[in-house]
């Protein structure tokens, strides 16, 4: 079984059980195992605590903390522009310098230390995350927000990593220039010739 337990097929709600029913149909899903895990954290609207980050209105996680992930991410992956903006109260750049090691920094609570070491490892070396780790997180977190630090996290990593390869603050000229005719288009649309001789062969 997986570490954390799926949610019991007659305990999801009839609008996952048709969602997964219909992924399983379309070839989307070839196991509904994982999509079973994710609907921990499947709401329709944020919690009423009143702290939530811009970029992640719906998320379970406080907005302090997403600021201290998204933060530590970008870090991570060398991403220039993310690294130095503050997006939520209470996240000072002098905090955010503490983000290498937050374990040894009092300013950081048990929760926070606990979610930044997770990013850390997902982003660096996620074979080293196992019970342990997941037994720590649940004496600060509920099953729904481990299950949505987990996705956030990923998320973040991905799109600081990418971040960084577009090399943002570079000052040599685009390896790709602007042309209004790429935007919201594929391949095929814009070369439909060479599509139908590829579809030909």
């Not at 992924?23 to 921990?40: C, H, N, Q, W």
Request: net charge negative.
């Amino acid at each position: 079984m997986p570490r954390i337990a799926p949610i019991p097929w007659e305990d999801l709600t009839d609008a996952q059980r048709q969602y997964m029913e219909a992924g399983e149909k379309s070839g989307a899903f070839t196991d509904v195992m994982p999509v079973r895990i994710l609907a921990y954290a499947d709401h329709d609207a944020p919690p009423a605590d009143g702290d939530r980050h811009p970029n992640f209105p719906k998320n379970l996680l406080g907005g302090k903390l997403l600021e201290l992930l998204r933060i530590r991410s970008a870090q991570l992956g060398g991403c220039a522009p993310c690294s130095v903006s503050r997006k939520a109260d209470g996240v000072t750049d002098e905090l955010a310098a503490c983000l290498v090691d937050p374990a040894s920094n009092p300013a950081f609570s048990a929760r926070e230390k606990l979610a930044l070491e997770f990013l850390d490892l997902l982003a660096t070396d996620h074979h080293r995350i196992g019970d342990d780790t997941f037994l720590r997180l649940a004496q600060h977190f509920t099953t729904a927000e481990i299950v949505e630090l987990g996705t956030t996290c990923g998320g973040m990593i991905g799109m600081h990593h990418f971040m960084y390869t577009l090399d943002i603050f570079g000052e040599g000229e685009p390896a790709i220039g602007y042309d209004p005719a790429q935007i919201d288009k594929t391949w095929d649309e814009l070369h439909p010739v060479s599509a139908q001789a590829e579809a030909a062969e």
